[in-house]
């Protein structure tokens, strides 16, 4: 008998792995890194300490239920830590939803320029993945609606979303949930909610709370500053939450991990100094940017999309060519449908001089 090696089922070598934000440039210098969305302020001190003070017991099994980190977060946000699932970041938890409730002959739902993952999630359990198009860069509930078949089973919708920046009202949130069917569980996948300053904006909380077919999902990588330590949550109906922990890793967090991570949530304070800091920030370079006659779509988040012209030479590639040579790395979003633009994280006030300065020296040089 001819000897073969074991093969993937059909369709995994067909799915186009993930891509992180670049992390490095040429020559050995300490970039300027403005690709990943990572908060310029860092960590809370105290999740730091936690941390540092958790690496005495290595040795130790975790708490295969998070149960310190479930009611840190539970005090915060007022919430039933029972609904509340932990995880390796908020793409573990989304990988599990879509492993429990998608498979071969089902449907996954997402928008056109919408978090890459959904895609992955969705061909690794064997389903279809189905795109609805956005309206100026913005999720479409009608376009949303319009594309649900009786084979749909999961809505997932990046709010804010990533790498637009833009967002629904919880109007139109609650309009969607009212007119999917019952049936489909929609995901709102809420990473950049703290940076959110919107009066019609709202998280999922709500429709966590009063649907069985909604979850929220939300992250520590961003404003919290601990994307080194993979740790994220989500909400759920009760039913939903029992479904995730039959199929979850019984060790999916570590002992640093869940300790960095209810100190983190302890610590507001550091969170409200990040909000105050993206506040400032995040309205100063949309306009720096724009008076250089770049396009930059309205962000709620800790990030900018910026566009560029097509010509070449003057494209988002000769622009990321540039800035490289100068040792700063924005983010290639060419994955998302958008090959036109870089997305541009917030950074410190310094970080956000010198980009802004060597956007002006590409316009420049090539007006």
Do not use: Q
Request: glycine content about 8%; hydrophobic content about 45%.
């Amino acid at each position: 008998m001819a000897a073969s090696a074991p093969k993937p089922r059909p369709g995994v070598l067909d799915i186009e792995a993930y891509v992180p934000g670049e992390a490095s440039v040429p020559g050995g210098v300490k970039p300027i890194k403005l690709s990943s969305n990572e908060t310029p302020l860092g960590p809370s001190p105290k999740a730091v300490a936690a941390f540092s003070a958790a690496g005495a017991a290595l040795e130790r099994y975790p708490d295969g239920n998070a149960t310190e980190l479930r009611h840190a977060i539970a005090r915060r946000f007022g919430l039933n830590a029972d609904r509340i699932v932990c995880g390796a970041g908020s793409d573990e938890l989304i990988s599990l939803i879509a492993h429990a409730y998608l498979g071969p002959g089902d449907e996954g739902l997402y928008t056109e320029h919408g978090f890459l993952l959904y895609r992955i999630v969705i061909l690794a359990a064997g389903a279809t993945p189905v795109v609805a198009p956005e309206t100026d860069l913005r999720a479409d509930v009608d376009a949303i609606l319009a594309r649900v078949t009786e084979r749909t089973r999961v809505v997932f919708l990046a709010n804010p979303n990533n790498p637009t920046g833009t967002y629904l009202s919880i109007d139109e949130v609650r309009r969607l949930r009212a007119l999917l069917p019952s049936n489909v569980l929609l995901v709102l996948d809420a990473a950049y909610a703290e940076y959110v300053r919107k009066n019609d904006y709202e998280a999922g909380v709500e429709l966590v709370a009063t649907t069985e077919n909604t979850v929220m999902t939300r992250t520590f990588s961003k404003i919290f500053g601990l994307a080194g330590l993979r740790i994220g949550w989500a909400y759920c109906p009760a039913a939903v939450a029992d479904a995730l922990n039959r199929i979850r890793g019984p060790f999916n967090l570590s002992v640093p991990s869940i300790a960095a991570g209810a100190a983190a949530m302890d610590d507001w304070g550091h969170i409200e100094a990040a909000v105050r800091h993206n506040d400032e920030w995040l309205p100063w370079l949309t306009a720096e940017i724009e008076k250089l006659g770049l396009k930059v779509t309205p962000s709620v988040a800790n990030f900018v999309l910026v566009h560029f012209p097509t010509e070449p030479g003057r494209d988002a590639a000769a622009g990321d060519a540039f800035l490289k040579s100068r040792g700063i790395i924005l983010r290639r979003v060419a994955g998302y449908g958008l090959p036109g633009a870089l997305r541009l994280t917030i950074g410190t006030e310094a970080e956000n001089r010198k980009v802004v300065d060597a956007l002006a020296a590409f316009v420049g040089a090539r007006g």
